[in-house]
């Protein structure tokens, strides 16, 4: 996956995580990192967000904005005259550069957004009291921060169609995780009968509609038809449903997984584990479920599920031309729908 995102970021122009600098090296943003810098001690999970940001040895924090780049030089120019304002730097144009960061700084901003803790469930060794809750007014206020800038960058693209259809992905994005955070704060969401249709239509709100439409927004932007938006749309979101089975996948593929490495019963394997095995079998097996979701078919379904994905977003980049960038895309899919 390293590789892949690496020799992404060279087609490009330069690497991905450099769009998001500007924003870093932002005197509210470094205030923002000294506060942050207060929580030390405590398990805060903002702390975590926030060494990841630094950490992330795995490339997914910018994930998004390559594939913007990527899918905006694998369409290249439009027939349509672009503006004599929008400067073409490797094949891309900079208000898709632009809209890449923007597409960064959404998902961002939920990030940090979900670190927010519920102060009724903390125990003692999670810190004190007024460290907690000072880092949930830091996960409030910094993640409002970036997604303020991310929308006074969208106004500046001055395009009602792409506001549009990034405005509506940050609904989705509120939608997916409203519904994520109402279930698991039931106690009896174990128990909660989800079929993968659900799981899907969830997913695609949560993790796979901000890429999607970032995507046919590139391409808006470059002036490129309806169909050719229809196919960015599909790559987008068959790509990141892949990339979210994928993630959904390791607990029960990797090689020496140990028995408590951390899984959730409403991930893909799990859910499709439980339609094979029925409802009741389910609830009864659910103490021993990685092991049993192991042992049924559930992991190989989830596995079909990841590489259908991956061949429909393989399929739209069909409609684009050869190009190193169309290589890059198709070794995205390709890194998330490969397991041992």
Not at 163 to 187: F, H, M, P, R, T
Request: contains cysteine; aromatic residues 6%; negative net charge.
């Amino acid at each position: 996956w390293s590789q892949v995102v690496s020799e992404a970021e060279k087609i490009v122009g330069y690497p991905t995580s450099f769009m998001s600098l500007r924003c870093l090296l932002s005197d509210e943003l470094s205030n923002i990192a000294m506060q942050v810098r207060k929580l030390v001690g405590t398990k805060h999970p903002l702390l975590d967000t926030a060494r990841g940001f630094v950490y992330d040895s795995r490339n997914n924090l910018q994930m998004r904005g390559l594939v913007v780049l990527l899918i905006s030089k694998a369409a290249g120019p439009s027939t349509t005259e672009v503006s004599f304002q929008d400067n073409m730097v490797s094949g891309i144009y900079s208000s898709q550069r632009s809209l890449a960061e923007i597409t960064e700084l959404i998902h961002t901003a939920f990030l940090v957004h979900r670190g927010i803790v519920n102060i009724g469930e903390l125990k003692s060794c999670d810190g004190p009291l007024k460290d907690m809750q000072f880092g949930n007014k830091m996960a409030v206020l910094s993640g409002d921060f970036l997604l303020a800038n991310a929308c006074t960058s969208l106004a500046q693209l001055q395009n009602t169609k792409v506001v549009e259809l990034i405005s509506s992905a940050i609904g989705d994005l509120v939608q997916g995780i409203y519904y994520e955070n109402s279930k698991s704060s039931e106690e009896n969401c174990l128990t909660d009968d989800i079929g993968i249709s659900t799981w899907k239509e969830q997913v695609f709100l949560s993790h796979s509609a901000l890429l999607a439409k970032s995507c046919q927004a590139a391409m808006e932007l470059a002036k490129h038809n309806t169909e050719i938006q229809d196919m960015a749309f599909q790559y987008g979101k068959h790509m990141s449903m892949s990339h979210k089975l994928h993630s959904d996948l390791q607990p029960f593929v990797k090689e020496n997984s140990s028995d408590t490495m951390a899984f959730s019963l409403n991930s893909a394997p799990a859910i499709l584990h439980q339609e094979f095995l029925g409802r009741e079998a389910w609830i009864k097996q659910i103490r021993e479920l990685q092991e049993a979701i192991k042992a049924g078919k559930g992991v190989t379904s989830a596995i079909d599920l990841c590489r259908c994905h991956g061949n429909r977003a393989l399929a739209a980049l069909e409609r684009f031309p050869p190009s190193e960038a169309r290589d890059a895309l198709a070794n995205i899919v390709y890194a998330v729908t490969r397991f041992p």
